[in-house]
């Protein structure tokens, strides 16, 4: 497989990846609680689009301004995503206020370092698709995790999943149309890869 394909096809690979770990996860009794499957899709895309995505980049004739943005991104997602695991699967202690405020800084992060590159960003379609699912992908992020808080509160700490219960009805929804927006702009910064 080549690496043009396997980045036009990676949203697929993470839909696939989704319906895997859905099915483990709502075996019983797991850290996190039963996950729906907008959810499901949505953890699958912001694992695969924020973690993993990226590196393409890496192999692509990439302005080497535009590697700053690049590697603010990876820092900052990775330095959480390895402190967010500890704190969810040995801790207990994972709450969605510290998402919050993580989604805002690398928001700014982001937007900024973007708008200081905006000519370099823009003359690449790929990159500045990537941009804005970064953008667009935080934003959601960030209400998702206000409205999970309101309903889970912060009693549970061992519940960081929607489940298909009545009760996430709601973010449910809105997580359809995230995904259907989000995987939409994967695929569109994959298709147009310069590799």
Wanted: hydrophobic share 55%; charged share 15%.
């Amino acid at each position: 497989m080549t690496i043009k394909l396997l980045s036009i096809t990676f949203p697929l690979i993470l839909i696939i990846l989704s319906f895997v770990f859905k099915k483990r996860q709502n075996k019983g009794d797991i850290v996190g609680g039963d996950i729906s499957t907008p959810k499901s899709l949505w953890l699958c895309f912001a694992i695969g689009a924020w973690f993993f995505y990226p590196f393409f980049y890496f192999l692509t004739p990439l302005e080497s301004s535009l590697f700053h943005i690049l590697f603010f991104h990876l820092i900052s997602i990775w330095v959480r995503g390895l402190l967010e695991l500890v704190m969810i699967y040995k801790w207990y202690n994972w709450s969605p206020r510290y998402g919050i405020a993580h989604n805002t800084f690398h928001f700014l992060g982001v937007f900024i370092l973007s708008l200081f590159y905006y000519d370099k960003v823009a003359s690449n379609f790929s990159f500045a698709t990537f941009i804005i699912l970064v953008l667009v992908s935080f934003l959601f992020e960030t209400l998702f995790a206000i409205l999970f808080f309101k309903v889970r509160g912060e009693e549970k700490h061992k519940v960081y999943f929607a489940s298909d219960d009545p009760k996430w009805r709601f973010i449910n929804r809105l997580t359809i149309t995230a995904n259907f927006i989000c995987y939409g702009l994967l695929f569109s910064a994959g298709y147009f890869l310069d590799i």
